[in-house]
């Protein structure tokens, strides 16, 4: 099973969904796809249209990961599932701006650190083979839901 295959488990054809790796960025809705322009850490995509983002190998992307989220954050519906996947034996240093740093328990609680700034949940955690972690995040609905879970 890969990313691809489980971000699509729930996804309907009417479902609007971004696959963003470290060398493209596409939008797929049923069976059509179309590239996506990435400018200055900005996709060319309205503000919560988006039902599904999955970032693809993120240990691999240039950006930082608090830019990369903001922009999830702006692009994505309320209630949107993210799914951010990672091989836990490559070095992260780009996301987070360490010199040095593969993924551990730290690492991961600075990612939901991350999210949590960003009003997105960690939901559920995979496994894949090949060492690869799958998170998947959903985007609080409103300020209630984020109040009720933090209480």
């Given at each position: 099973?890969?990313?691809?295959?489980?971000?699509?488990?729930?996804?309907?054809?009417?479902?609007?969904?971004?696959?963003?790796?470290?060398?493209?960025?596409?939008?797929?809705?049923?069976?059509?796809?179309?590239?996506?322009?990435?400018?200055?850490?900005?996709?060319?995509?309205?503000?919560?249209?988006?039902?599904?983002?999955?970032?693809?190998?993120?240990?691999?992307?240039?950006?930082?990961?608090?830019?990369?989220?903001?922009?999830?954050?702006r692009?994505?519906?309320?209630?949107?599932?993210?799914?951010?996947?990672?091989?836990?034996?490559?070095?992260?240093?780009r996301?987070?701006?360490?010199?040095?740093?593969?993924?551990?328990?730290?690492?991961?609680?600075?990612?939901?650190?991350?999210?949590?700034?960003?009003?997105?949940?960690?939901?559920?955690?995979?496994?894949?083979?090949?060492?690869?972690?799958?998170?998947?995040?959903?985007?609080?609905?409103?300020?209630?839901?984020?109040?009720?879970?933090?209480?």
């Open positions: 099973m890969t990313i691809n295959d489980l971000s699509k488990t729930y996804e309907s054809p009417i479902d609007l969904a971004v696959e963003w790796t470290h060398d493209y960025v596409i939008m797929r809705q049923g069976e059509s796809t179309e590239p996506i322009i990435l400018n200055d850490h900005k996709l060319a995509i309205e503000e919560s249209s988006v039902d599904k983002v999955v970032l693809v190998d993120i240990h691999k992307f240039n950006l930082h990961l608090t830019l990369v989220l903001e922009e999830v954050n692009i994505m519906k309320p209630n949107g599932r993210l799914y951010i996947s990672f091989d836990e034996n490559r070095p992260m240093k996301l987070f701006g360490f010199s040095k740093l593969k993924v551990h328990a730290r690492s991961l609680d600075h990612i939901i650190d991350m999210l949590n700034k960003q009003n997105l949940l960690l939901e559920k955690n995979y496994i894949l083979g090949d060492q690869q972690i799958v998170l998947e995040v959903v985007k609080l609905e409103s300020d209630v839901l984020k109040k009720k879970i933090v209480i």
